[in-house]
């Protein structure tokens, strides 16, 4: 369930700091009833930023995909890197 807080209750960074680190979820701040802003964790941030990383390459390799690239395996993939970087 999505943690909503009015705008006054920024008065208190503090209680919204302790809401954002101890929920790992993003607050939601309305004002006059209506939403306004959504404050989260650099934790949070960071973790929804590579998880938006990952779904934009997955989108990257389905059009490849349907575009007819060619697939490469994936042992041959990791030969290769483990080739480059000597592991």
């Not at 998880?51 to 007819?68: D, F, N, R, T, W």
């Amino acid at each position: 369930m999505p943690i909503i807080r009015p705008i006054t209750d920024l008065r208190n960074t503090n209680e919204i700091s302790e809401i954002c680190h101890s929920s790992g979820e993003p607050v939601f701040i309305t004002k006059n009833g209506h939403g306004d802003l959504v404050v989260m964790s650099m934790a949070t941030y960071e973790r929804q930023m590579a998880l938006l990383e990952v779904y934009q390459k997955l989108a990257e390799a389905e059009e490849q995909v349907e575009s007819g690239v060619p697939n490469i395996d994936g042992k041959e993939v990791f030969d290769k890197l483990r080739g480059k970087y000597g592991q």
